[in-house]
């Protein structure tokens, strides 16, 4: 199911990226990587540099992934069982975002990584379901809370870029036209970081 949102990203954004799966972990996996006394998360996307070599794994909790393959396809999953779409869909953003920035030479931060896996969970869930794209936009950015364990910084930095995203989706969804949408939103894609989140700051005002 993975590949199945990571092929639905790149046909939004035109892009293309390693396959996910392959970089997929399992929650035993994660346990050898961290360590025992995690804090227990939807998702987590591990990134390692060593001299020189970048790695990157994705974990995405296992009643998540079970979910999604019971809803069957995405669409279904988009409304039946949203925490699982949205979890799966952070977690293939982010290693999305990180190859880009890794083909660019860019830096990438936290608060555009999650910004970006916002606009990403909205969008996808709404070219699959257009007809409820003000439930759907409010389920995101009005209605999810943050989870437990987080720190404050952390907790700053995900409302922050619950806030971005909002401003962004609200007036992308305004547009008069699927093709309007794509094109904002692979002009956006390509940007820099500091224009992106200027972009997402100046909407959100």
């Not at 390693?18 to 996996?29: E, G, L, M, W």
């Not at 916002?118 to 869930?125: G, L, M, P, Y």
Request: glycine share 4%; hydrophobic share 45%.
């Amino acid at each position: 199911m993975l590949r199945r949102i990571q092929a639905h990203l790149e046909a939004i954004y035109r892009i293309d990226a390693p396959d996910v799966t392959r970089f997929q972990i399992d929650a035993k996996q994660l346990v050898e990587i961290m360590g025992p006394g995690l804090r227990d998360a939807d998702e987590w996307v591990l990134v390692r540099e060593e001299s020189g070599v970048l790695d990157l794994a994705v974990f995405v909790a296992d009643d998540h992934m079970d979910a999604l393959e019971s809803a069957g396809d995405l669409r279904g999953a988009a409304i039946t069982e949203f925490s699982a779409f949205c979890a799966a869909t952070e977690g293939v953003s982010h290693f999305l975002m990180l190859i880009e920035r890794i083909r660019r030479s860019e830096p990438v931060s936290l608060l555009e990584l999650e910004a970006q896996a916002e606009v990403d969970k909205f969008i996808s869930a709404r070219f699959h379901h257009p007809e409820h794209a003000s439930i759907l936009w409010r389920r995101l950015f009005r209605e999810a809370e943050c989870c437990d364990g987080l720190t404050e910084e952390e907790v700053v930095r995900y409302k922050e870029a619950a806030r971005l995203a909002g401003g962004y989706c609200a007036v992308l969804d305004d547009a008069p036209n699927v093709d309007h949408i794509l094109r904002t939103l692979r002009s956006f894609w390509r940007a820099s970081g500091a224009k992106r989140l200027d972009t997402m700051r100046r909407l959100a005002a």
